[in-house]
């Protein structure tokens, strides 16, 4: 049974995102009028994000009303509240922490559950304000990494998505005060080091591959486009830390985080799509005075082949998710990391092939070079994982001898 749940998981998420991958970089080039008199680019970020999250988080309900047990109320289903006043897990496991500031954190929590003034940090307020912080750096983010397109190949998009633990560990430090183990920064290094060997032995300027993938070829379109992903990268690096601080003070699972994240960058992207926003670069690019939904609605009506890409975007994502938070709670992060790292690489493949980029030699060394870095983190994160099985085996067998 739990080789079928790991087989399922793996083409889940490799089938999810690798449709989810060609969709979005096909909604990044012009759509035909329907008239036939020309093409433009579609210039709605935040509706295509208020369609992947509202599709998420309609998923993430489903799931959970699916998997929930008949004693549970709905409030405890969506992670709201708590049968008991066990401590706060990590990744939705059921184990509390055992050392560090999280270890006196939890004892404080467990020992003042019946006083009147209970710890603030593991309230509900404190955790919905979390839930909207994350999805605040959703919405911000997923533009950046649209707009990118415009200036970048999608390889290098990807590869430079690769490279998420790098402002992952940044805000880490930042935002929480966390440390990091040594060999984190040599793979910092190399991750960094690829990339730049990637983008400095280009070849993404020549005429034939722009007019392909219209992507832009001013003499600055590297330096932006990257400007951009680094942003998004950044914002991204805010989000997972802030994810990993709600796994580490409040006892959710994954699929209720999915949910709850995912409501809000709805309502959020909703908001602004109806507000009567200015011209915002990359946020709301369009100029002609229209709101964000009425341009969108309008864009659709006039390039209707867009409804396609657009549908599989947002159902492959919502779907893709479900997958990921599945494998995140039966087989742990460490292999979750060697599937979405392997994913990142066919993806890459896939769209070299679909949309025929051309990567020089240089830029296949600057790639090795990253995806090692990457496999370093893998192979270290595997020997502590198995170093933990050890430790908790040897606990056990302690527990039945006694």
């Known amino acids: 049974m739990s080789f079928i749940r790991l087989a399922v998981c793996i083409s889940g998420v490799y089938a999810m995102f690798l449709l989810w991958a060609i969709a979005q970089e096909r909604l990044s080039v012009p759509f035909e009028r329907i008239d036939g008199t020309g093409s433009d680019k579609f210039k709605s970020p935040l509706f295509m994000g208020t369609c992947q999250s509202a599709l998420s988080a309609l998923s993430a309900l489903i799931y959970i009303l699916l998997r929930r047990k008949r004693s549970d109320t709905l409030s405890q289903s969506l992670g709201l509240v708590h049968k008991d006043a066990s401590a706060p897990t990590s990744n939705g496991s059921a184990k509390p922490q055992q050392n560090g500031k999280g270890a006196h954190a939890s004892e404080k929590h467990s ?35 649209f707009a990118a397109l415009s200036y970048i190949s999608y390889p290098a998009m990807v590869l430079g998505k690769s490279c998420k633990l790098v402002p992952v560990m940044i805000m880490n430090v930042l935002l929480y005060r966390r440390k990091f183990a040594p060999h984190k920064y040599l793979v910092v290094f190399m991750v960094t080091t690829g990339i730049t060997i990637f983008m400095g032995f280009g070849n993404d300027s020549k005429k034939g591959k722009a007019k392909a993938t219209n992507v832009n070829t001013t003499p600055y379109a590297n330096l932006i486009g990257m400007t951009y992903l680094l942003i998004n990268l950044a914002l991204d690096g805010a989000i997972n830390s802030t994810q990993d601080e709600i796994f580490s003070r409040h006892k959710v699972t994954g699929q209720q985080m999915m949910f709850w994240i995912n409501l809000f960058c709805t309502g959020i992207s909703s908001l602004l799509s109806v507000l009567p926003l200015p011209y915002i670069p990359v946020i709301h690019p369009s100029t002609d005075g229209q709101t964000e939904l009425a341009g969108a609605i309008a864009f659709i009506q006039s390039h209707p082949t867009i409804i396609v890409p657009l549908a599989q975007f947002a159902l492959t994502g919502a779907l893709g998710q479900l997958f990921i938070f599945e494998t995140l709670q039966h087989f742990g992060s460490l292999t979750l990391v060697t599937i979405t790292l392997t994913r990142k690489l066919f993806t890459m493949l896939l769209s070299v092939v679909v949309y025929k980029h051309k990567l ?14 990457i496999s370093v983190e893998a192979f270290v994160k595997r020997k502590e994982v198995h170093a933990k099985r050890v430790i908790q085996e040897k606990e056990k067998a302690k527990l039945k001898s006694l």
Do not use: E, M, N
């Not at 020992?111 to 003034?117: L, P, T, V």
């Not at 020089?360 to 870095?373: E, H, M, R």
């Open 360 to 373: 020089t030699p240089g830029q296949w060394l600057g790639t090795a070079v990253v995806f090692a870095g």
């Open 111 to 145: 020992s003042s559950k019946h006083h009147d003034k209970p710890d603030p940090r593991y309230s509900v307020k404190s955790l919905l304000l979390r839930y909207a912080q994350c999805s605040i750096f959703i919405t911000s983010a997923a533009p950046f990494g």
